[in-house]
Structures are given as structure tokens and as C-alpha cells.
């Protein structure tokens, strides 16, 4: 299940609501981005993530699937916002549930590192200045989903 939405949301809320009635799960993993106030040795203020509606819900759903193929998961959801967004606000939400820690841990890792390569929004952050940056791809971020390929 993915959500795109300008919405805070609530980690421990949708863990409750993904595995609610549930006895199959024996394991939950969960990764929360947040907004920081640094990227690459400069001071942050807020972020904002656009997105194209329909084109990125599409594009989630692709990377969800391809998890739910890869690992033996009873559960998953990501949910990601968009708009701007407050230092220490959540960004993105990713949740994996297994009978198993390492399916779920490996599937949590897994989609974290497509999301931040294939998933389709435009990031900007703004400084104290008031100047808006748009935000690069990072290598580190490329290289760590290349461990999924192949």
C-alpha cells in the first residue's frame, strides 16, 4: 500500500493500523526520514517536495511491488508527502512486516534505497537566507541501490 499526501502522519499510528488483527507478523521494521537542518555543510530551514500526481503514485506502487516480489512479506506501506515541510517533520514513512526480521529488514532497506533513486519528486530546501536550492541526486544514494540490482 503507498500514500502520497501533504499530511503528517503518525509512525507509530500506522504501524497499529498495518498489523492490526494480524498473527501471522513476527516482525515489524520501520524507517522515518525526517527534515534535518544541514545538508552537505549548509544550514537548512524547510523543504519542499513536488511531485507530478499520478506519475509518482505510479512509480511507488512499481517499487512496492517489486519488495513484495524480492521478500516474503504479509505487510508493507510507504507513505510519502509532499508540500513544504518543517524541520524534524517526517518526509517518508516506510513499514515492512514478515513472519521474519530479515525479510522485513532487508525489504525496508531495499525500498528505501529505490525510493531515493527511482521515486519522482523534485526536492528543494530553503536557508535562513531565504535561498531556495534545488537538491542533487547523491552518488551515495545511487550506490547503495545498486546492491538490489541483478
Known amino acids: 500500500m503507498i500514500r502520497v499526501q ?5 509512525t507509530g499510528q500506522e504501524i497499529k493500523r498495518l498489523t492490526a488483527d494480524r498473527t501471522d507478523i513476527g516482525a515489524v521494521v520501520s524507517f522515518t526520514g525526517l527534515v534535518r537542518d544541514f545538508n552537505d555543510g549548509s544550514d ?37 508527502r509532499f508540500g513544504t515541510m518543517a524541520l524534524g517533520e517526517p518526509i517518508v514513512l516506510v513499514i515492512t512486516a514478515s513472519a521474519h526480521r530479515e525479510q522485513a529488514f532487508e525489504a525496508a532497506s531495499f525500498l528505501m534505497d529505490w525510493l531515493k533513486t ?33
Open 44 to 80: 537548512v530551514t524547510s523543504l519542499t517536495l513536488e511531485h507530478y500526481p499520478g506519475m509518482t503514485e505510479r512509480e511507488l506502487e512499481k517499487i512496492e511491488k517489486e519488495a513484495n516480489s524480492r521478500w516474503d512479506l504479509q505487510a508493507s506501506l510507504v507513505v510519502h
Open 118 to 150: 527511482k521515486a519522482p519528486f523534485w526536492k528543494q530546501e530553503e536557508n535562513a537566507s531565504g535561498a531556495r536550492d534545488w537538491v542533487k541526486e547523491r552518488k551515495s544514494d545511487i550506490e547503495a541501490a545498486k546492491r538490489w540490482k541483478g
Open 6 to 10: 501533504p499530511e503528517i502522519f503518525d
